[in-house]
């Protein structure tokens, strides 16, 4: 079936400093990719949807200068959180659809973010 | 896409079926019912989708009432890794819209 590798699973930085996630769909390829965050002992919440070739949607309320995406191929998706600050430690999650309704979407692992 | 209402939390004893229940109302015609699961600190996980008839996998089993205003999702023999928050979400089929979590069922599975 439809993998969706995200990395890292979990990361430590310090506040102010910069973090990549990627998130790669491995044996297919994705136009439209998601991310999500999730607090504790809450349910995801859909932050932008990141399309191939052009510049990614924002939900309302989120900072598109500071959650930067970049979906620079059919594969591959990353968020940068900019001037990250203790409270954007969150889960963060990504997902893409692959062509098969089937499978539906698959997510990857997620990344757990602690900014200290 | 159509609201679900889901009981918050459930428990169920390791080895039993354990049947969750999602109400949609609402739904249309076209929408299909899918269930994701959420294991700690992990991505969520497709389980099922169904329109109208029941459906079955290597999972778990999708009821639909006839009137396709609720459904049930049944884990035949629930184990220990079971216990996961279970979302149902209605929505069409080929939308290339995200999924939308409500806020899911936290079934515990108990030993």
């Known amino acids: 079936g439809a993998v969706v590798s995200q990395h890292p699973s979990w990361v430590i930085c310090k506040s102010g400093t910069s973090v990549k996630i990627e998130c790669r769909s491995l044996d297919f390829q994705a136009t439209t990719m998601f991310w999500y965050r999730q607090f504790p002992k809450q349910s995801l919440m859909l932050m932008a949807t990141s399309n191939e070739g052009s510049k990614a949607t924002y939900e309302q309320g989120v900072e598109k200068d500071k959650f930067l995406i970049n979906h620079a191929s059919l594969t591959l998706s990353t968020l940068t959180v900019t001037s990250a600050h203790p409270e954007d430690s969150s889960f963060y999650i990504c997902?893409?659809?692959?062509?098969?309704?089937?499978?539906?979407?698959?997510f990857g692992s997620g990344t757990r973010l602690t900014v200290v | 896409d159509a609201k679900t209402t889901q009981p918050p939390s459930m428990d169920c004893a390791e080895g039993r079926a354990a049947n969750l229940p999602c109400n949609h109302s609402?739904?249309?015609?076209?929408?299909?019912v899918y269930w994701y699961r959420q294991i700690h600190s992990q991505g969520p996980q497709y389980i099922i989708h169904g329109l109208k008839n029941n459906e079955t996998n290597e999972m778990a089993s999708l009821i639909i009432t006839e009137d396709r205003k609720s459904s049930t999702l049944i884990l035949p023999h629930a184990t220990l890794r079971d216990t996961a928050v279970y979302y149902c979400i209605v929505r069409a089929p080929g939308s290339a819209r995200q999924l939308t979590f409500g806020s899911g069922t936290q079934l515990t599975v108990l030993p």
């Open positions: 609402t739904i249309s015609g076209n929408e299909y």
């Open positions: 997902s893409a659809r692959e062509g098969r309704e089937r499978e539906g979407y698959t």
